[in-house]
């Protein structure tokens, strides 16, 4: 149960004072032998703490994701590769869902309302795991998206299919490597916030991602902001933070 619960079920009768201050006595955080989480963060951002699992251990995330769930309703791991989710998978609540393509796990209740209207866009089919890691995100945190993929530069006539929801998005995630161009091209069209993310797709001079970086950050379309080269998740966690913002 996160705070709200917590305190609903207090004035209802259902928690008695005692057990209401054993569990505030963690806030505002948490300490781990490895780890101290940020249980106020759903208080403060109304997003609890989400886990990056790259690097960590299978021990550490199990202990991470377990003691968050006590915490909070919804857990979130980001660039959890699938060998280490198969390590971890019985040694944690097994109401999740591990999003293959994604690199991301949900543990626990996942809203099933979804507002608003975000645009996800890639310049090409290589772009697609930084892309569904961004519609994952937003999904999970309660936007509603939609995706349309490979209609980058190299054939710029494939964007038609994308104009009539570029005029309807509230937001709009582009997402490319090579020479990084189609944010500043949707960034010419759109009227609304456009999100690019630079991706490590590309030959010898795309430097892993930072050419279409300094492209995407040089562009001369106004309303278009860089997350930084593969950051799916972060792109997805801004749009949904503009697309919540009544």
Known sequence: MNLIEILKNYKKGKITTKQILSYLQDYPYKKLLHTTLDIHREIRRKVPEIIYCLHK?????IDIINNLKKFHNLVIGTKLEKEKYLKIKHKIPPQHIYFED???????KIPKVKKGNILILTAGTTDIPVAEEAKVICELLGSKVYCIYDIGVAGLHRLNEALSYIKK????????GMDG????????????PVIAVPTSTGYGANFNGLAPLLTMLNSCAAGVAVVNIDNGFGAGYIAHLINSNK
């Open 57 to 61: 251990t299978e021990t550490q995330l």
């Open 102 to 108: 994604a690199k991301i796990i949900a543990v626990g």
């Open 169 to 176: 998005a509230k937001v709009i995630i582009v997402i490319a």
């Open 181 to 192: 161009v189609l944010p500043s091209v949707v960034g010419g069209l759109a009227k609304v």
